[in-house]
Nanobody
């Protein structure tokens, strides 16, 4: 059974930092991209940052220079370091993992983790 366990969200003041983690277990296929999406109230889910198996990153313009995505392949874990947080970063953050077998791709989602930036 595949499980993605997220941690690290919460309430932080503007300018503060948080670090999200997502640990995956039970995935028997080759893991390719790992990343984070977010969804704010009334808005569509959007990509925040992703990292390939070769450690190439793709970061949304809205968070570039403030957020950093990284991964630990030995632990099947992806991280999102969020610095200089702004109120507009408030959203539910979802971990996303893409894997493949020899015949098809697979996509897995975490349960979501609330991040609230407010004074």
């Amino acid at each position: 059974q595949v499980q993605l366990v997220e941690s690290g969200g919460g309430l932080v003041q503007p300018g503060g930092s948080l670090r999200l983690s997502c640990a995956a277990s039970g995935i028997i296929f080759i893991i390719n991209n790992m990343g984070w999406y977010r969804q704010a109230p009334g808005k569509e889910r959007e990509l925040v940052a992703a990292i390939t198996s070769g450690s190439v990153t793709n970061v949304a313009d809205s968070v570039k220079g403030r957020f950093t995505v990284s991964r630990d392949n030995a632990k099947n874990t992806v991280y999102l370091q969020m610095n200089s947080l702004k109120p507009e970063d408030t959203a539910v953050y979802y971990c996303n993992i893409r894997a493949r077998s020899f015949t098809r791709p697979y996509e897995y989602w975490g349960q979501g983790n609330q991040v609230t930036v407010s004074s």
